[in-house]
């Protein structure tokens, strides 16, 4: 079963601002870092619960390439990202946004 995907406006920003700035280091990387985000998201739809729950009702996935955590709950027809956040900076910053 594939969920549908809803990034919170924050989330949203999160995303831009680190795809412009992977972009500004080197041209294209930004769009890696999407393709990769892309990837990762599919995952979460097809199934949240491969990846740990890191508060009660909040699971954390991790890019690969990218030191960059994805902040989200899930039903059974909807995952909702909260933030998409560098792993480096402040550990608990999602958690105000929810």
């Given at each position: 079963m594939t969920r549908?995907?809803?990034?919170?406006?924050?989330?949203?920003?999160?995303v831009e601002a680190a795809?412009?700035?992977?972009?500004?280091?080197?041209?294209?990387?930004?769009e890696r870092f999407l393709d990769e985000l892309?990837?990762?998201v599919m995952r979460l739809c097809d199934n949240p619960l491969q990846f740990p729950e890191i508060e009660a009702g909040t699971r954390r996935g991790l890019l690969n390439r990218f030191p960059y955590g994805v902040y989200f709950s899930s039903?059974?027809?909807l995952v909702e990202v909260i933030a998409v956040l560098h792993l480096r900076r402040d550990p608990d910053a999602?958690?105000?946004?929810?």
């Amino acid at each position: 079963m594939t969920r549908r995907v809803v990034f919170d406006a924050d989330a949203q920003a999160d995303v831009e601002a680190a795809a412009e700035w992977y972009d500004g280091e080197r041209t294209g990387l930004g769009e890696r870092f999407l393709d990769e985000l892309d990837r990762l998201v599919m995952r979460l739809c097809d199934n949240p619960l491969q990846f740990p729950e890191i508060e009660a009702g909040t699971r954390r996935g991790l890019l690969n390439r990218f030191p960059y955590g994805v902040y989200f709950s899930s039903d059974s027809d909807l995952v909702e990202v909260i933030a998409v956040l560098h792993l480096r900076r402040d550990p608990d910053a999602w958690k105000r946004r929810t």
